[in-house]
């Protein structure tokens, strides 16, 4: 009877991880899919920093459901325009749409998104939303300039939105100089370590 009761026990607590098991499986999938058109995308833009040959110095973490997170978002009514200082020293028009706060690790942590004043009033970009962020990983395992993540207006919905910071991605300053990437401003600097999303581009590191 007892060795029932083993089996019992070991088929109930497979059961119990299957579910656990499935939304890693859908997350990779998900990643692998985004992955795969951002490289595309990267690599069809006329200004790429990068070429074909430079593709197998791009590095990611593994992807992580952890860090696709739910998160409450907030208005900012009647923000004011302001500069976002770049690495090539010029400065970018932004306004602050408004914030998200999410927790990770029993911690609660807000993000400031911003929509760019010279994109604005281009239909293609018009629910564009551009959220640069700093974290305990740069200038170690990530860009120490900091990484992006867009979202769209469209992605919230009842005063919420996710964020998933497996597709967060590297400027192009990461990769070379003479662009002008918005720098992250203090206001979005995580007290944490994202390990999700690109990595610190590898050819720096082989020179």
């Known amino acids: 009877m007892k060795h029932f009761k083993y089996i019992h026990y070991i088929i109930l607590a497979i059961a ?5 098991f499935a939304i890693a499986q859908a997350n990779r ?20 920093p990068i070429k074909q040959g430079d593709i197998k110095y791009l590095r990611f973490f593994e992807p992580n459901p952890k860090y696709k997170l739910t998160a409450d978002f907030e208005l900012t009514p009647g923000s004011k325009p302001f500069l976002i200082a770049t690495h ?45 962020f700093t974290d305990e990983t740069n200038y170690a395992a990530t860009f120490a300039g900091g990484r992006y993540i867009d979202l769209s207006v469209k992605d919230i919905e009842n005063n919420r939105a996710v964020i998933d910071f497996n597709k967060c991605y590297n400027p192009y300053c990461a990769y070379a100089d003479g662009f002008s990437c918005p720098i992250p401003p203090s206001e979005n600097h995580l007290n944490i370590a994202i390990k999700a999303g690109e990595k610190m581009y590898a050819k720096h590191m082989a020179e």
């Open 88 to 132: 090539s020293g010029k400065n970018k028009p932004f306004k602050e749409y408004g914030t998200f706060t999410f927790t990770l690790n029993d911690s609660t942590f807000t993000l400031h998104a911003y929509q760019n004043l010279d994109l604005i009033n281009d239909k293609n970009h018009r629910d564009d939303l551009f959220i640069p």
């Open 16 to 20: 119990l991880q299957l579910p656990v």
């Open 29 to 48: 999938d998900e990643i692998a899919t985004y992955r795969a058109k951002y490289i595309g995308d990267l690599l069809g833009d006329a200004r790429a």
